[in-house]
């Protein structure tokens, strides 16, 4: 079992990036599946998530309104559409799955190696 992710990169305050995570060697579809990221010297939190239904979302405060999270069940894809950033989301991006829609790092079985973010001000 393996997650991908990608799309990380640099770009300016206010711009937008998408990631991906794609996954391989099962399914995913009725999984929960979420994005957390971990900036230097500081724990890894929570950011996005999918319930296993796909139908229900949950955003950390600090990305509501401006990041979005979405899934491809046919590409087996997970997508966080980010708009609006800003420096303090610098950090790298880490997909995770698990069981359920979890928003702590033990609800999560399966991790992908991660993609840097970088906002410059």
């Known amino acids: 079992v393996q997650l991908q992710a990608s799309g990380g990169g640099l770009v300016q305050a206010g711009g937008s990036l998408r990631l991906s995570c794609a996954a391989s060697?099962?399914?995913?579809?009725?999984?929960?599946m979420g994005w957390f990221r971990q900036a230097p010297g500081k724990e890894r939190e929570f950011v996005a998530a999918?319930?296993?239904?796909?139908?229900?979302?949950y955003y950390a405060d600090s990305v509501k309104g401006r990041f979005t999270i979405s899934r491809d069940n046919a590409k087996n894809t997970v997508y966080l559409q980010m708009n609006s950033l800003k420096p303090e989301d610098t950090a790298v991006y880490y997909c995770?799955?698990?069981?359920?829609?979890?928003?702590?790092?033990?609800?999560?079985?399966?991790w992908g190696q991660g993609t840097q973010v970088t906002v410059s001000s």
């Open positions: 999918f319930g296993r239904s796909g139908s229900s979302t």
């Open positions: 995770a799955a698990g069981p359920a829609l979890g928003v702590f790092v033990p609800n999560y079985d399966y």
């Open positions: 060697g099962r399914t995913f579809s009725n999984s929960g």
